[in-house]
């Protein structure tokens, strides 16, 4: 009887992780399908996703998740904890740490161009609608999704997308 209670309960364990991850994917696509739908109704194509900037999205959504302060005001979205396998920095609102984000995708994925990141924090559940209505709402943010302003000669060409509980990145490239 033991051993049918141990089976039973690895197997439901795989099975919730299983649907975790599903799930995870599967809000993932629908902001990466959102944002692409927002694109085509401004007359934009639809931008590839690309695994090296979606491992660059992952990583920085979860240090995100697990070290970012919201509370705090020294350092901005962009900014990467000491935890991790690459460059720490505190990202500033005068973007004088530009290139720390840029090369992120460099450092961590071995991607051969610059990396342009989106990020949205909410203090509730996350979900892709909200992230993408608080990026449409942020003057700053809807340029980089619509190449308008001083993105409008970057021809973005691949994206990495994730979405955590709190936070939400959009990894945009040239490559």
């Not at 991850?21 to 599967?26: I, L, R, T, V």
């Not at 927002?38 to 590839?48: D, E, F, T, V």
């Not at 990202?91 to 991607?111: G, L, Q, R, V």
Request: glycine share 6%.
């Amino acid at each position: 009887m033991k051993h049918v209670f141990l089976f039973l309960s690895i197997l439901l364990s795989i099975s919730i992780n299983e649907v975790f991850a599903q799930s995870q994917k599967e809000k993932n696509m629908e902001l990466f399908r959102m944002m692409n739908d927002y694109r085509k109704l401004h007359g934009l194509s639809a931008i590839n996703l690309n695994e090296k900037l979606q491992a660059v999205a992952e990583a920085h959504a979860l240090d995100l998740e697990k070290y970012y302060d919201p509370t705090q005001k020294k350092c901005n979205l962009h900014s990467w904890s000491t935890h991790g396998n690459w460059s720490s920095c505190c990202y500033t609102d005068d973007h004088s740490k530009k290139e720390c984000m840029w090369n992120k995708p460099k450092e961590i994925a071995n991607y051969k161009g610059n990396g342009f990141e989106i990020a949205y924090y909410s203090s509730e559940q996350l979900t892709p609608e909200r992230a993408l209505n608080g990026w449409k709402k942020s003057p700053g943010h809807n340029q980089v999704i619509l190449q308008t302003g001083s993105w409008k000669s970057i021809d973005f060409k691949s994206v990495g997308v994730f979405i955590s509980e709190h936070y939400a990145v959009i990894w945009f490239g040239v490559e």
